[in-house]
């Protein structure tokens, strides 16, 4: 809404962080909105502001209005349990976020297995686009997708999809591990992507494809290979191109030679020509909106982001060190530091590191732990038995139980998709010979310890690994809100933790787009304003506990670490 004035807005023309709100009425309906500017002439009359002729574009950010804002980046973030549209606006100082529409975003069960709903997601994103459109008009830049990795779509030769896409969690992935082995080794796969073994990666998902035979001649067989952002991109413009990053979490692809793995694509039979669309860069422009796409949104550039959602959040590190060191948190945690080349060793292959590709040709050197995945599928199992627990009672019951009495791997492969993940986790507990945990509180606390020591463990790795000493952990996104967990992490790990901010994959999403429109030169310079646009917070280790955590890592390693049985 462009509104005038008799005057400047109070305190706002140097530092818009010091714009005095307009008070608690108007802070209720902007709350009411979602922060969305909705500014009154009467109420903007009763605090002495007369329309005339100085004009000022508004927005909130915590109930406060900011002048000045001209550019909006449309960032898509899509994760396994849900989607958004978000807004970042850029005022040439500090980077502005608000929330355009959300959606839950599960996977479908048909009868041949786990799959996404890629037209629902497209219609979800349209949805969010054209509620941007209305609330912010012409400023909108440009828009760009990020998602979680290894899933991806298939098309055939007349570009069509072939089916929806499977997810990640399908079980058809179960025994091709052992499958792909037979064919070409660990070490070889590993030499040639550094990538971690999990058993859902794409390489894998391939392999029970070409057992469906879906490679091959005929119409109906696969010719095109796009990871699920690209995939999206390319239903909005008909341009096909793979993103790097998250081409990088496939291991199919090679992060020396900067392109796909052949070797391994040949041993498994997958034809080639599947990835024949070639790269896109971080900040390249694909294309924009075509068809009807264009017709019902107009006319938007749509620009590659770092597309893997981790990628993305790395990307918005509040740090200018030359290796942050991460931690994204949600459904997964991705425990890592930012490189400038990848490290591909025994070392490494022993310790099951990867080597992803991130924004500006970094390498993201990570591990993937198993995060809020755990506490998300036992509050499902606990409403459907009628306990609602939302995460503030969960924690206050937490805190009243005693630590360290059941401490477990997080990644085990017992949690991986059971029916009742307390069960599991019980079941996992009482062979472990220490009994288990029977209150929601007990579950709770017990997943918080035992992710905060598997984060320890991880960051003494990665200190070895790279030769860098680590003092300090930068925790993003929706985890960082998580208290208990951080001031556990810093403890377990006595290194200091720095949280937030919280919507960091939307964030380095709009980073890269910003980057791409002139509005930054580099993600240096990006990270410096996200530090200085939004509230972090601290958590320092406490010496009175290090006694207790430090034995509690001892028992962690010895007992839990890789154990199964």
Known sequence: MRVSFSRPLKNAAKNSASAEPFGAPFARRARRAFLRAEVLSCVLARHGYMSIKVEAFLIFDNWKVVPGLNKTYLAVDLGATSGRVMAVR????????SEVSRWRSEPLAQSDGLHWDVNAILSEIAAGVRKARAQFGDSAVSLAIDSWGVDYGLLDAAGRLINNPFAYRDARTRGMQEKVFSKISRDEIYAATGIQFMFFNTIYQLAAECERGVFGSGTDRAKTFLMMPDLLAYMLTGEKRNERTNASTTQLYNPVLRDWAWNIAEALGVDAEIFSSGFAEAGEQIGALAGRWREELGDLKVVAAASHDTASAVAATPSVEKSPVYVNSGTWSLVGIELDAPIINAQSLSENFTNEVGAEGKI??????????????????????????????????????????FIFDPDCADFASPDDMPSAIARHCERRGRGSPSSPGEFYRAIQESIALKYACVLDALERLSGMEIARINVMGGGSRNAMLNAFVADASGREVVSGPVESAAIGNALVQMKAAGDISNLRDGRRIVSSSFALGRHIPNAENAAMWNEARERFAAECLGKSE
């Open 364 to 405: 993201r050197f990570l591990k993937n732990v198993t995060g809020m995945w755990l506490v998300e599928q036992c509050r499902k199992s606990w409403a459907r038995s009628g306990i609602d627990a939302d995460y503030a009672e969960l924690e206050a019951a937490a805190r009243a139980c005693r630590p360290f009495a």
């Open 90 to 97: 850029f005022d040439g100082e500090r980077i502005f976020v």
